[in-house]
């Protein structure tokens, strides 16, 4: 499947040093800072350095050592949160939004890490 990637996205500008962000960890790969309006108390977005769209462009299109650091680079910034349950933290939920349906704002693939608070439901009913 064909997928097209928009070099102007937001994020693109921030990979290439355009515009700043506030930076919580950097790996080979990966990238992951602060949201610019956090819905909660923690809320961090981690995005591969590669031109992804989403989730599943990434999973088809990415090598495996992009995808170990990503999926690591997560798991890293949970743990310097303190977030991880497996270390007594209070927990978390990711979140990956993708297109239309998804509501994704943003088309460069990134993972929302939301903690610091009881964070609700997974999805709201439809009405
Ligand atoms: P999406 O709806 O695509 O899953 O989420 C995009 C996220 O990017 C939103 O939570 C939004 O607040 C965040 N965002 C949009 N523009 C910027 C920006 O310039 N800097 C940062 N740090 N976050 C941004």
Do not use: W
């Amino acid at each position: 499947m064909p997928y097209t990637y928009d070099t102007s996205n937001i994020f693109a500008k921030i990979l290439r040093g355009e515009i700043p962000c506030d930076k919580v960890l950097e790996t080979e790969h990966s990238l992951a800072f602060s949201d610019i309006a956090p819905k909660t108390p923690h809320h961090v977005l981690v995005i591969p350095k590669g031109p992804y769209v989403c989730y599943d462009h990434f999973a088809q299109d990415a090598s495996d050592l992009e995808i170990a650091d990503f999926t690591r680079a997560i798991g890293q910034v949970c743990a310097q949160l303190g977030v991880s349950p497996g270390a007594d933290g209070a927990g978390y939920r990711l979140i990956s939004n993708a297109g239309r349906d998804g509501v994704q704002e943003v088309p460069h693939l990134h993972v929302h890490i939301l903690a610091g608070r009881n964070i609700g439901p997974m999805v709201m009913a439809p009405p």
